[in-house]
């Protein structure tokens, strides 16, 4: 078989030569009792970059042993890029979020051989979802692999925007002291009240961890929680996302992107937030309008908006989100940290021997299966597209 991988660049300067740990931290479960991705071999050393080039997730070897064809590029945007040419009779592809193919309705109607659409790390919204309903292509994801990755840098966020790190490190690195200009917008989190829209793997964790800092938690999701979950965080249920954003001063985004949550936070909803309050955004960029954040910062109706998710991806170099004021974007890395390579990196490598051994794909990895949204799809997705406007990527000049 043919599998089609696509990859971001390997670091200027080449693979790091040493990294910073000896070896990463081991997990035996994911909080729920999920266990973590199994597959029956492993070629790479966890902890090393996976996600890029040279990395080729670890999978080139298992591959080729098998008598696959696998091919690996980051030529994916524009007129005439390699996994154009290569995914006409490509059998799989892969490709992750954080460089995503856009697996558009025109790209699979023109994939006469593939079969499954491999997201290696969380959120399939870069494939048209209802393209692969329609066309058979079954869709799975590595559920749970960089949830708490993304918590993690959820959590770093809420306290950098809020306590204002980013313009006190600055201060720093132009050789300045001036004290007063560094805390004119720093405050404490204990106190406030924050909330998530949706409360799946990424939301609940967050509010965990949250919890520590004596803040008021309070959420909105299509599925409520357990109410012992609720009763152990102290969270108040919202019945819509506009009774949430009325009350909060730090909204975190935690849904998928698709027709239901694409331009969600428009002008409108945004209009509803508390004045002052911060958005912190790792879900898909496009669950918030480009246009309704920029406005809303510089007029101050919002204090700050951070997040790793843009849309397109990547985000084309003169994107406003890139010069707007109070911002804290970082590019998207949330769930690409060396810890969650490992992990998504052995589940792709469980999906496909599973794939080949034509065993089941565990149900929690599902988004798509035979025609009809599954497992998580169907619990987390509505059918539909979100990838309008994906060719924007291409105007990404590459940076010396
Ligand atoms: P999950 O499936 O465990 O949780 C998703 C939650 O969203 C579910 O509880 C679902 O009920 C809820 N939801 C869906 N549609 C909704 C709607 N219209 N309104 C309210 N709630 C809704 O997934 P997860 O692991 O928590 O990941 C969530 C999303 O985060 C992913 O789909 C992906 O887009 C994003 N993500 C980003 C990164 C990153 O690196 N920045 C990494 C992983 C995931």
């Given at each position: 078989m043919k599998v ?56 080139r070897k298992f591959l080729e042993d098998n008598g696959h064809e696998f ?20 059998d ?264 080949f ?44």
């Amino acid at each position: 078989m043919k599998v089609l991988c696509i990859l971001y660049d390997d670091p200027k300067d080449g693979m790091p030569k040493s990294y910073p740990l000896k070896d990463l931290p081991k997990l035996e479960k994911y909080p729920d009792g999920m266990s973590l991705p199994s597959p029956k071999g492993r070629d790479f050393i966890p902890g090393q970059l996976l996600g890029c080039i040279s990395g080729e997730l670890g999978l080139r070897k298992f591959l080729e042993d098998n008598g696959h064809e696998f091919i690996v590029t980051n030529s994916k945007d524009g007129e005439g890029c390699e996994a154009d040419e290569h995914i006409i009779d490509a059998d799989i592809v892969i490709s992750q979020p954080f460089f995503p193919y856009y697996l558009t309705k025109e790209r699979i109607e023109k994939a006469k051989n593939l079969k499954m659409a491999i997201t290696a790390g969380i959120g399939s919204d870069h494939v048209d979802l209802q393209a692969a309903i329609e066309n058979n292509v079954d869709v799975v994801e590595v559920t749970f692999c960089n949830s708490r990755s993304v918590a993690e840098h959820i959590v770093m966020m809420i306290l950098s925007m809020v306590r204002d790190y980013h313009n006190q490190h600055n201060i720093v690195n132009q050789g300045g002291w001036n004290i007063a200009d560094a805390v004119k917008r720093s405050y404490d989190v204990e106190g406030m009240n924050i909330g998530t829209v949706a409360a799946g793997r990424i939301g609940l964790d967050t509010l965990r961890k949250l919890k520590a800092f004596d803040v008021h938690l309070h959420y909105f999701d299509r599925h409520r929680l357990p109410s012992d979950v609720e009763k152990e965080l102290n969270l108040k249920f919202h019945e819509t996302v506009e009774s949430l954003v009325r009350v909060c001063d730090v909204v975190t985004i935690n849904c998928p992107l698709h027709p239901e949550t694409e331009n969600l936070f428009d002008k409108e909803l945004i209009s509803k937030m508390k004045k002052g309050a911060y958005i912190i955004n790792t879900a898909r960029g496009k669950i918030c309008n480009r246009e309704a954040i920029v406005e809303a910062l510089e007029s101050g109706h919002l204090s700050g908006y951070a997040g790793d998710v843009w849309f397109p991806q990547p985000a084309p170099n003169d994107h406003v989100w890139r010069t707007m004021p109070n911002h804290g974007m970082t590019p998207h890395t949330s769930g690409t940290s060396l810890s969650a390579q490992a992990r998504y990196a052995d589940g792709v490598r469980e999906i496909l021997e599973c794939f080949f051994d034509k065993t089941p794909i565990r149900d929690q990895y599902l988004i798509v299966k035979d025609g009809k949204l599954a497992g998580m799809g169907a619990h987390s997705y509505t059918k539909g597209s979100s990838t309008s406007g994906f060719e924007e990527a291409k105007n990404y000049k590459k940076l010396n």
